[in-house]
């Protein structure tokens, strides 16, 4: 399974590590993921998302229904 979170979308991104005599390499910046599981009330079911700390902010702040509802629509979840 791919490094994206599940409810903002967000992926690793590449970018370059810069020495102190200028040179570049290239490095990636991989997402802050975690596998959580959450419980949905109005279908009373468990689903496991893998979701960034910024997701985890986002479905404290809408609900866990509201916030699947939203990926679920942008295609995030299956």
């Known amino acids: ?5 599940q ?12 020495s102190h005599a200028n040179n570049k390499s290239k490095r ?3 997402v802050n993921l975690f596998k959580k599981r959450f ?3 109005e279908t009373e079911e468990w ?11 986002t479905i404290n702040k809408l609900g866990i229904e509201e916030a699947v509802r939203r990926s679920r629509k942008e295609g995030l979840i299956k």
Do not use: D, Q
């Open 1 to 5: 399974m791919s490094k994206i979170c």
């Open 7 to 18: 409810i903002t979308g967000k992926k690793r991104l590449v970018g370059n590590n810069v």
């Open 28 to 30: 990636t910046f991989e």
């Open 39 to 41: 419980y949905l009330p």
């Open 47 to 57: 689903i496991t998302l893998r979701v960034s700390a910024h997701g985890l902010k």
